[in-house]
Each structure stands twice: as C-alpha cells, then as structure tokens.
C-alpha cells in the first residue's frame, strides 16, 4: 500500500543549532495555503464579521469627532496589546502619564505601552506614503522599542539569531520559528502575499492568514505579537474593508488567549487553518460589536452631559467648552484648560466647580495645587476590559 501523500499545508523542520543544543525549527509553507481554504465553511462568519464592520464604519461617521474615537480607541489597544504581553499599564495609567507630563522617566510598563501608540500613529501615517511592506514594519517596529526594555533587542532590525517561543531554553520551547537562515524566503513570499491577488480569498480571510503567519515567523528578537496584532488592521485599511482604524482584537485575544494560542499551534502542527479561521472571523465580529456599542454610548453621554449643563449650569458658556476639551482629553489640570481654551483662570476654575458639582467631572488628586480633572464616566465606557491580567509571577 503507497504511503499516503504528506500534507501540503504542513511546513518542514530544519535542524539548527542554538544556546549549545540542536533543535528541530519550524519552517512555514507560503501562503495561500494549499489545499485552498474551504471559505464555504466560513461564510456564516464571515458575513457577520463584514456586517459588524459596516455599522462600526456607519457609526463613526456620525460621531461628532471621528478623529477623537480614534485617539482613543488606538492607546486602548496599545494598552491591551501591551498586557498580553506582560504590562500591568492601564488605560488611566497611559492618559495620566500624557496629561500630567510627569518628570523624569515613567515607568518602564507606561513607556512601553506609549511607545505602542507612537509605533501605530507612525504606521497608519506612513500608509499614505508607503505600502504596506516589509519596510513598513520594521520602522514601525523601530519605533515600538525605540527606549525602554525593548531598547537592547535590535530595534527596527529583523533577527539575525535564533529564538523560541515558551520553555526555558530552545530544546524545552513550545515552539521554535524559522531559523536565520530561512528567515529572507519565509518573508519574501509574506510580502508577497500581502499584494498578491490571484487567490480569490476575502481581505478578511487574507488578514486572519497573515497574522499567523507573522507569529509563526517570528521576524524580530522582541514585539512579534504587538506588531503581527497591528498588521490585520493595517491590511483591512488598506484593502477598504475599514476606512477608519477602528478594529483593535487586542481585548479578544487576551479574553480568549488560551484558545488563541493553541488554534495558532494547531496551524503549525496540523494546518488547521479553517479552526483558526472561525475564532478570527468571531474575534472581527464581536469587536466590531463592541466598538459600536461604546460608540454609541460615548455618543450619548456627550449628548446628556450637554443637556445637563445647558439647563443646570451657571455658566453655559465657558462649561460647554471645558466639556467639549474633556471630549478630547479625559483628564487635564486647570492649567492646560488656560492654555487650550484661551479663558482666564478664574473663568476656568469656576467652570470646573460647576462640573463637579453637576456630576460631570471629578478631581482625582485630592491636591490643592495641581489639581487633575478626570471625565470618569466617559473614561469608564473606554476602560471596559483593559484590567491587567493577573501576573504569574
């Protein structure tokens, strides 16, 4: 009886050495898979996934600021891309850090999550100059680690060592990527298929492919995850599935990590790439649902806090343009509010009396000088999910 024929999806193993042990690193096949995706098998999903994205992309166009939506949303996901990765930064953390310009050096944990939003600020900006490459990533890359722990990993620079994902040591890992060697083809043919459009797959589809094959490559010594997270959203805007950047799975996959990260070893080990598939396609969907959702509410709350302070405040004016500057910044010091509106610092010290005493902002020093406002409820609305994960430390 013939041997069957091996399986096309599955990579190969090469033998490497590494740290003075021999170890078996994964080599993925390029993309497209072969055989092709059975796309029948994912229509449902997909359907609700690309449904989910045209109200998110509807809802925006209604927001009073798109551009203030996206301020947001971006540093939530550098907050919640940089948890699955170990930080305890919250979203209150990052925004007090850029409110309150402290001196000296933040934290390491704030650094980096800041250095996340600069990274994907860069790589959208870019986008308009510069197509979506192997070019583009590593400059976003090079600003990801451009200072803090990142800094001594070779920013900017694809890996020219060997490194393993899990375990102690290469010979005990969960899993060992590419070696050096193999690393140009593995990211020729990633290019490649950024580009490509012979294979009829959905942008969605290609999006949920190319991030795993990111991971499994493992280009860099330090913020594989970060950067392969930022790739589906970037290739969605280019490709017009998103006209604004809104679609962030960063708190998906930290809710599910466990699933995440045993469906991207089953690609590797079995070419299960239609299981993955599905947990992507749902990760679109229910993000996108909960993006409209806290569109929707910040929306409305913006709305109600006008209303209030048109009918309860004694002093309309200048309390709806503090208001309207909380809607950009959700904290800020009475100084800054000087400094952005032009109003005298008596006109703006009364103004937030009237909004702390309506309910509306809080002081959360309890200083008397340098005294920070904080819009809490809208703040509540964008902090939903990005508690740190317990350390296992």
């Not at 098998?41 to 609700?48: A, F, I, P, V």
């Not at 083809?185 to 969605?204: G, I, K, N, Q, R």
């Not at 100084?335 to 005493?357: C, F, K, M, W, Y």
């Amino acid at each position: 009886m013939a041997d069957p024929e091996p399986n096309p999806r599955l990579g190969r193993f090469v033998e490497t050495p590494v740290a003075g042990e021999t170890v078996r690193a994964f080599v993925p096949p390029p993309l497209p898979p072969v055989p092709p995706i059975d796309v029948l098998t994912l229509l449902d999903r997909l359907s609700l996934a690309e449904r989910a994205l045209g109200r998110l992309d509807g809802i925006t166009m209604l927001l009073p600021r798109q551009e203030l939506f996206l301020y947001m949303y971006v540093r939530k996901e550098a907050v919640l891309s940089s948890q699955i990765e170990g930080t305890q930064s919250t979203l209150s953390d990052l925004l007090r850090f850029e409110t309150e310009a402290q001196a000296g050096q933040p934290i390491d944990d704030i650094r980096e999550v800041s250095n996340y939003v600069d990274a994907m600020m860069y790589g959208l900006e870019r986008l308009e100059a510069l197509p979506l490459s192997l070019r583009l990533v590593r400059e976003m890359h090079e600003r990801l680690l451009q200072s803090g722990r990142g800094g001594t990993k070779n920013p900017g620079e694809f890996r020219r060592s060997q490194n393993w994902i899990g375990g102690t040591r290469p010979g005990n890992a969960l899993f060992v990527p590419p070696p050096p060697t193999e690393l140009d083809v593995c990211l020729d043919a990633l290019e490649h298929f950024m580009h490509e459009e012979e294979s009829p797959l959905p942008a969605l589809i290609k999006a949920g492919l190319l991030h795993v094959q990111f991971e499994t490559i493992h280009p860099f010594l330090d913020g594989n995850g970060r950067i392969g997270r930022l790739l589906v959203t970037l290739y969605l805007c280019v490709n017009g599935v998103l006209r604004k950047p809104l679609l962030y799975l960063s708190l998906y996959l930290k809710t599910h990590r466990a699933d995440y990260y045993r469906l991207l070893q089953e690609v590797r080990e079995n070419g299960a790439w239609e299981a993955w598939l599905e947990f992507f396609l749902t990760g679109v969907a229910d993000t996108a649902n909960q993006a409209f959702d806290a569109a929707t509410r910040i929306v409305e709350l913006f709305k109600q806090d006008r209303e209030r302070i048109t009918a309860d405040s004694d002093r309309v004016g200048s309390a709806l343009r503090v208001h309207d500057l909380f809607q950009q910044t959700p904290y800020l010091t009475g100084n800054q509010i000087v400094h952005r509106t032009g109003l005298s610092a008596p006109t703006v010290n009364a103004a937030l009396a009237d909004l702390e005493r309506m309910g509306v902002l809080e002081e959360v020093t309890g200083r008397k000088r340098g005294r920070v406002f904080s819009y809490r409820r809208y703040l509540a609305i964008l902090s939903e999910g990005t508690a740190p994960l317990p350390s296992t430390s």
